[in-house]
């Protein structure tokens, strides 16, 4: 898991993954412009990056207060037993509730990190119980008030030169349209 070994990444790589990190909802002749290339070879590309791993899924972000959710919650979680079965029940029940949309095992004070939203608290209740029934023994919950930073790209850098270099007009531009894109206001969560 920890030992998975990057692919190597040029500088049309990582420009294609910085502006499809602040929108991925751009055609591939859109991006092929970009980044200089033709719309075949930008769609190589962009599939062998999915192939690869580095593009995981392209997704929507939503705003969860819009959507129906104002409780947007944090829960800490800490198992009463750490074996394999243990573990297993309590990470079925994590996948099985679909109020809990991240959920990270973590080191440290507790087992387990989890992103909830609920409707009401009647909801979290249910979820919090259903946690505690399937071994969670202490869940503490962390109400979020506000998004200080939203989900922003990962600060990517080549890892090898570039077959074709960008010229300096181009890649400037694309990378004013990526920084753009990423400080525009929207709530996400």
Same mark, same amino acid.
């Given at each position: 898991?920890?030992?998975?070994?990057?692919?190597?990444?040029?500088?049309?790589?990582?420009?294609?993954?910085?502006?499809?990190?602040?929108?991925?909802?751009?055609?591939?002749?859109?991006?092929?412009?970009?980044?200089?290339?033709?719309?075949?070879?930008?769609?190589?590309?962009?599939?062998?990056?999915?192939?690869?791993?580095?593009?995981?899924?392209?997704?929507?972000?939503?705003?969860?207060? $819009?959507?129906?959710?104002?409780?947007?919650?944090?829960?800490?979680?800490?198992?009463?037993?750490?074996?394999?079965?243990?573990?297993?029940?309590?990470?079925?029940?994590?996948?099985?509730?679909?109020?809990?949309?991240?959920?990270?095992?973590?080191?440290?004070?507790?087992?387990?990190?989890?992103?909830?939203?609920?409707?009401?608290?009647?909801?979290?209740?249910?979820?919090?119980?259903?946690?505690?029934?399937?071994?969670?023994?202490?869940?503490?919950?962390?109400?979020?008030?506000?998004?200080?930073?939203?989900?922003?790209?990962?600060?990517?850098?080549?890892?090898?030169?570039? $077959?074709?270099?960008?010229?300096?007009?181009?890649?400037?531009?694309?990378?004013?349209?990526?920084?753009?894109?990423?400080?525009?206001?929207?709530?996400?969560?």
């Amino acid at each position: 898991m920890y030992c998975k070994m990057a692919i190597e990444l040029d500088e049309v790589d990582v420009l294609l993954l910085t502006v499809l990190q602040a929108d991925a909802d751009r055609t591939n002749v859109e991006l092929a412009r970009l980044v200089e290339l033709s719309p075949a070879a930008t769609l190589h590309r962009v599939r062998r990056l999915k192939e690869s791993g580095v593009i995981r899924i392209i997704s929507a972000r939503l705003d969860a207060d $819009a959507a129906g959710f104002p409780l947007q919650m944090y829960v800490t979680a800490t198992l009463g037993r750490h074996d394999p079965r243990s573990t297993r029940i309590f990470e079925d029940q994590i996948r099985a509730l679909p109020q809990i949309i991240a959920a990270d095992n973590v080191a440290g004070e507790m087992d387990y990190m989890l992103t909830v939203v609920a409707r009401d608290v009647a909801e979290l209740q249910q979820v919090l119980a259903a946690l505690a029934t399937r071994g969670g023994q202490r869940l503490v919950t962390y109400l979020r008030l506000e998004e200080v930073k939203p989900p922003c790209g990962l600060p990517l850098v080549p890892t090898m030169p570039a $077959a074709g270099r960008l010229s300096r007009p181009r890649r400037a531009q694309a990378q004013a349209v990526a920084a753009n894109r990423s400080r525009s206001p929207e709530t996400s969560t």
